[in-house]
């Protein structure tokens, strides 16, 4: 059993679409991430949830809604996607949020062209 | 504001033998917490280790061990016996003591040569 799914892994679209990436945790973690790894390998936060409240909420567009429908899944949807939103998207989680490990999904790799 | 520095964009490293990744960092906190991990090529986030601040023993995890200098703000990784399969990207990462996110550095590309 994968311990922090996302789906779907690889995503292309079209500039001006709407789309969405999925994750779910199954270890009953109380913290959730969205993290954005750019081309040159940097991972920057976007958002933290902690017990489905968002906690961090980083300079990122508002074009960007996270959406915790409860403490193990914690979705991101991206509206009029722009060329400079490629990629990779990390799911994370971990116990609370106080220093103990995240564990990450295998990221989604998004493409706008 | 955190930052944390890994200086060495790219190193490599002769199979069976010894290298060192540095990390620097940059808080006023004195409570927090310091992690290496690891990115194969498959892209998983793999947590490689783990240092509480405020324990002045240097965390180890078989192969993997780290040097933590609190005053000096330096968090090295120290990898024994290197294998191929250790060829990675490896982050260096801070989280405060109040939590809530991970800081990242840009990584280090460590190439195992057979």
């Known amino acids: 059993d994968t311990a922090v799914s996302q789906t779907p892994k690889y995503l292309v679209t079209q500039m001006g679409n709407d789309k969405s990436i999925k994750c779910e945790q199954n270890l009953g973690h109380d913290t959730m991430y969205w993290y954005k790894q750019d081309s040159k390998k940097f991972l920057k936060i976007m958002f933290s949830y902690n017990n489905k409240e968002l906690i961090i909420n980083e300079t990122v567009p508002n074009r960007f809604s996270p959406k915790s429908p409860d403490k193990a899944h914690l979705n991101l949807h991206i509206n009029s996607l722009e060329l400079g939103d490629s990629a990779v998207y990390f799911c994370?989680?971990?116990?609370?949020?106080?220093?103990?490990?995240?564990?990450f999904g295998q990221g989604t790799r998004l493409t706008v062209v | 504001a955190q930052t944390v520095t890994q200086s060495q964009p790219e190193m490599s490293v002769q199979e069976a033998e010894t290298v060192t990744l540095s990390c620097t960092y940059d808080?006023?906190?004195?409570?927090?917490?310091l992690f290496w991990y690891k990115q194969p090529p498959s892209r998983q986030m793999i947590l490689v280790i783990r240092?509480?601040?405020?324990?002045?023993q240097n965390a180890t995890e078989n192969r993997f061990s780290v040097n933590f200098q609190k005053a000096a703000k330096s968090f090295s990784l120290k990898i024994s016996d290197s294998q191929l399969g250790d060829t990675a990207m490896y982050f260096c990462?801070?989280?405060?003591?109040?939590?809530?996110?991970?800081?990242f550095g840009t990584g280090t590309s460590l190439t195992v040569i057979p």
């Open positions: 990462a801070f989280m405060p003591y109040t939590g809530n996110q991970f800081y």
């Open positions: 240092q509480e601040a405020y324990k002045q």
């Open positions: 994370a989680s971990s116990q609370d949020g106080r220093g103990t490990e995240a564990f």
């Open positions: 808080t006023s906190e004195n409570n927090y917490y």
